[in-house]
T-cell receptor, first 109, second 113 residues
Framework: GQNIDQPTEMTATEGAIVQINCTYQ??????LFWYQQHAGEAPTFLSY??LDGLEEKGRFSSFLSRSKGYSYLLLKELQMKDSASYLC??????????WGAGTKLIIKP | TAGITQAPTSQILAAGRSMTLRCTQD?????MYWYRQDLGLGLRLIHY???????GKGEVPDGYSVSRANTDDFPLTLASAVPSQTSVYFC????????????FGPGTRLLVL
């Protein structure tokens, strides 16, 4: 079966750095996506990795290792507005997105 | 630009009744999708359409039907609602079905009693 695993919840302090991990087992791989979802809102796109390595976009970076079936999302200089759920999703061989259950990130002052 | 709109925002529906959730996009995207999101679970694909005139079944299609008469609209119909269809429903679209990013509508919160 296809599976995406990520921690259910994480807590971090304002101004700090947090790393959210995602491991996956899918039938085929056509890219990995990270989305942010605030409570009661729609998911919004954060990043896309299809090749191994680090993609940096402002305070957010995403890393991919295809051989290990592993990705992480790194958030720097945390702000209170970063409190949200972070969703990891992989496009399989049929180009369908397989979604993790999401990691709820709680930021404390 | 509006992007993707969904209607209604929320609905309470009696079991056994039918309902159509509406989704419209103005980005001229070819591919559109319907997902449901339940607490503790990842988004699950109900139906999808890679281009106008075609549709396909996702992971959880039973009890739902879709149509794609044109590029902009992708309605989702529940023929006879059951309580297990209580969920938040998201419509999404992408330029194409392959590696492109999916963009989401605001969602419809449905309660079936």
């Amino acid at each position: 079966g296809q599976n995406i695993d990520q921690p259910t919840e994480m807590t971090a302090t304002e101004g700090a750095i947090v790393q959210i991990n995602c491991t996956y087992q899918t039938s085929g791989f056509n890219g990995l996506f990270w989305y942010q979802q605030h409570a009661g809102e729609a998911p919004t796109f954060l990043s896309y990795n299809v090749l191994d390595g680090l993609e940096e976009k402002g305070r957010f970076s995403s890393f991919l290792s295809r051989s290990k079936g592993y990705s992480y999302l790194l958030l720097k200089e945390l702000q209170m507005k970063d409190s949200a759920s972070y969703l990891c999703a992989v496009k399989d061989s049929n180009y369908q997105l397989i979604w993790g259950a999401g990691t709820k990130l709680i930021i404390k002052p | 630009t509006a992007g993707i709109t969904q209607a209604p925002t929320s609905q309470i529906l009696a079991a056994g009744r039918s309902m159509t959730l509406r989704c419209t996009q103005d980005m001229r995207h070819n591919a559109m999708y319907w997902y449901r999101q339940d607490l503790g679970l990842g988004l699950r694909l109900i139906h999808y359409s890679n281009t106008a005139g075609t549709t396909g079944k996702g992971e959880v299609p039973d009890g739902y039907s879709v149509s794609r008469a044109n590029t902009d609209d992708f309605p989702l119909t529940l023929a006879s609602a059951v309580p297990s269809q209580t969920s938040v429903y998201f419509c999404a679209s992408s330029v194409g079905p392959e590696r492109e990013t999916q963009y989401f509508g605001p969602g419809t919160r449905l309660l079936v009693l």
